[in-house]
């Protein structure tokens, strides 16, 4: 899985060759690049993991939510007992 934000698909935006979707992501509507995507129609409530405004993953809800939680971890503040990575 790439490190991308999730996003929700509402819906095709009509005029672009198929190449862009109208995506909830954290609540604001964005338009957001399908086009790398090639496994077939993307339906509304689809989930995908978006990287530059770029779709480049489809995931299922429970993917999404492991991606949220993810980003979510890492702009937690470093805990004065934890170690640096590495």
């Known amino acids: 899985m790439c490190l991308g934000i999730p996003g929700r698909v509402i819906g ?3 005029g672009y060759g198929h190449q862009l979707a109208l995506v909830d992501v ?7 690049n399908i086009g790398l995507l090639d496994d077939g129609p993307l339906p509304p409530g689809s989930w995908v993991l978006i990287h530059m405004g770029f779709a480049l993953e489809r995931v299922d809800p429970a993917g999404a939510e492991r991606a949220l939680n993810g980003l979510e971890l890492m702009g937690q503040p ?7 990575a590495g």
């Open 12 to 14: 095709p935006i009509d």
């Open 26 to 32: 954290a609540g604001v509507q964005r338009k957001i």
């Open 78 to 84: 470093q805990q004065p007992n934890d170690e640096p």
